[in-house]
């Protein structure tokens, strides 16, 4: 069998153009190095899987690069990665000072990377602090953390900080694409709008949300497949709860939150769900808000089709009736028929009209 090498591995970026959404951060590195304005000590943080570690690596390389000393042995030599999260005693601080006092062999410069630099003890910190005070001019030092608030700021003072974004829903997509193409898999693009909603800004977990759909889905990854390994309710089921609602078939909502029920939803989600499904037809209503729905372009033509049916007003009640229910879940003795007697409330909202046209005419 082949070895299976995972899509983040298999994709960590090498160069600083391939950093998906970074480019406030790589263009000014880049910028730093051409000009000779590169900071001694670096502190890159931000959410985790956004590529704080690619980007130490692909900088460490390129300051390399820059120095001339280009052979691939050199760069290994001059940089130096340490994992502070299983090496954060004063004694690996210690080893890794005495090092940095010796000029490199080759080249202009060491680099070292600490990674998750938060996980070092405050011991280990304060060791840490006076090399970092006065480094030796050949000393590059790359500090990484998820977790800036933990760092202390004699540390903060003396980096130069680079904050690290999570990487937009579109920009994680549209490089899902590119690695699905590579990959021969075969995609619905709504799916992997999907993946990148749910992987939250970082890109590692997009691609491992990723590289299980590939597998369960056997090269052929769906909005409906997708949908049910992540556990989400597909839009569809909400699309045709709203479409039952609208023609007031009571006994058809009902069941079809029974089915959802069955299959281990939550309640309190779906209804919490069904709220930002009507809160989508709103926005749907007009082009100006269409953009303001976080879902993939197919799914929001049909949303656009949906609220062409319901009058404002009636999303309008429909929202509030979710969002109460929503809000009452957690106090209820019954939170299920909390849920369905929202269900029945915007089973009857255009009959409610209906019968108040009726009363009028
Ligand atoms: N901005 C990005 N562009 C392209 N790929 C990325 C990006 N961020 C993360 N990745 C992918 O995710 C993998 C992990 O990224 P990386 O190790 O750089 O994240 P990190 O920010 O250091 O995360 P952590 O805080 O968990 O250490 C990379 O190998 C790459 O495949
Ligand atoms: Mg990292």
């Not at 760069?75 to 490199?104: C, G, K, M, W």
């Not at 808000?289 to 049916?309: C, D, F, P, R």
Request: proline share 3%; glycine share 4%.
């Amino acid at each position: 069998m082949e070895n299976f090498v995972v899509s983040a591995r298999k994709y960590r970026p090498q160069e600083f153009d391939t950093v998906v959404g970074q480019s406030h951060i790589t263009d000014t590195l880049d910028h730093a190095i051409e000009n000779n304005q590169l900071a001694q000590a670096l502190l890159f943080c931000g959410p985790r899987g956004v590529g704080k570690t690619t980007c130490a690596r692909i900088l460490a390389r390129k300051i390399n690069e820059k120095d001339g000393s280009t052979s691939e042995d050199n760069f290994a030599y001059n940089i130096f990665e340490l994992d502070a999260a299983s090496n954060n005693s004063v004694d690996d601080i210690r080893n890794l000072t005495d090092q940095v006092r010796f000029a490199p062999q080759v080249g202009k410069y060491k680099i070292y990377i600490i990674d998750e630099v938060h996980m070092l003890s405050s011991a280990a910190f304060n060791a840490f602090l006076k090399t970092l005070e006065e480094p030796p001019e050949h000393a590059i030092f790359i500090l990484a953390t998820t977790e800036k608030h933990k760092i202390i700021p004699t540390i903060l003072s003396r980096c130069q900080i680079y904050d690290f974004k999570r990487i937009q829903i579109e920009d994680i997509q549209s490089h899902l694409k590119g690695i699905a193409e590579k990959e021969k898999v075969n995609y619905e693009e709504d799916a992997l709008f999907l993946i990148a909603q749910k992987a939250d800004g970082a890109l590692r977990d997009a691609l491992s949300i990723f590289d299980r759909m590939v597998t369960f889905s056997q090269n052929n990854i769906t909005l409906e497949k997708t949908a049910e390994v992540l556990n989400i309710l597909d839009y569809d089921q909400y699309l045709n709860i709203a479409d039952l609602a609208k023609e007031n078939k009571i006994p058809e909502v009902l069941s079809a939150f029974n089915e959802i029920v069955k299959k281990g939803f939550d309640p309190h989600i779906f209804i919490a769900g069904l709220g930002s499904h009507f809160r989508d037809l709103m926005m749907a209503k007009n082009p100006m808000t269409l953009a303001l729905i976080e879902v993939g372009e197919k799914s929001k033509q049909k949303y656009s089709e949906q609220s062409k049916n319901w009058s404002a007003q009636d999303v309008i009640d429909a929202v509030e009736i979710c969002n109460h229910a929503d809000i009452n879940y957690k106090n209820s003795k019954n939170p299920r028929l909390t849920v369905e007697i929202a269900l029945m409330q915007l089973s009857s909202l255009n009959q409610n009209s209906l019968d108040s046209k009726k009363k009028n005419s």
